[in-house]
């Protein structure tokens, strides 16, 4: 039985990990409002789940502020559970 070589793989450079700033800490947000939706709709799927930190770029403080601020909307009927 023959064995087949192949080409060798390429190497690719690895990309580094970048932090993100947190778009509330840029703009001097303190807290996340309910009432905004524009920026409750960059923080959620497609699915309507929120994005984690990582994704999102968000910062501890304000992912929690983020987090009451969606429940709150959801509450209301602002924004929909699931999409």
């Given amino acids: 039985m023959e064995s087949v070589k192949t080409a060798p793989r390429k190497k690719t450079a690895a990309k580094r990990w ?3 700033v947190c ?3 840029r703009d001097k947000t303190e ?3 309910y009432k905004d939706l524009a920026s ?3 923080l959620v799927t497609a699915q309507g789940k929120m994005l984690s930190r990582k994704r999102s770029g968000c910062c501890a403080k304000h ?3 983020a987090r009451r601020a969606l429940k709150r909307a959801r509450f209301i009927g602002l924004m929909p559970f699931v999409a």
């Fill in 23 to 25: 778009r509330f800490c």
């Fill in 18 to 20: 970048q932090q993100q």
């Fill in 31 to 33: 807290a996340v409002d």
């Fill in 40 to 42: 409750l709709h960059k």
């Fill in 63 to 65: 992912q929690r502020s």
